[in-house]
Nanobody
Framework: VQLQASGGGLVQAGGSLRLSCKVS????????MGWYRQAPGKQRELVAR???????DYADSVKGRFTVSRLYVQNTVYLQMDSLKPEDTAVYYC?????????WGQGTLVTVSS
């Protein structure tokens, strides 16, 4: 299984970006999918995830600004990021969980300038 993340880039504070994670097979069987991020010198942290049942979880720091969603027909998970802040700067990783096995995509860099 391959997860291909895209959509990162440079944006000014207050701007928006949408990350996409395209999966090489159906995402229907994953227990959960989502996004993590890792800023320089910091540990990787959960940003947002969506479960099979459609429930979502968000880091407190992004609630109200980020939205995770999925599109089964395109085997893709998205992360819409609005009102971006410089502290959102990080490498963002797509993640999928199936039967306690973790799948990771390559990171995509998001840089928010002040």
């Amino acid at each position: 299984v391959q997860l291909q993340a895209s959509g990162g880039g440079l944006v000014q504070a207050g701007g928006s970006l949408r990350l996409s994670c395209k999966v090489s097979r159906s995402i229907f069987r994953f227990d959960a999918m989502g996004w993590y991020r890792q800023a320089p010198g910091k540990q990787r942290e959960l940003v947002a995830r969506i479960t099979t049942g459609g429930s979502t979880d968000y880091a407190d720091s992004v609630k109200g600004r980020f939205t995770v969603s999925r599109l089964y027909v395109q085997n893709t998970v998205y992360l819409q990021m609005d009102s971006l802040k410089p502290e959102d700067t990080a490498v963002y990783y797509c993640h999928a969980l199936e039967n306690n096995y973790d799948y990771w995509g390559q990171g995509t860099l998001v840089t928010v300038s002040s």
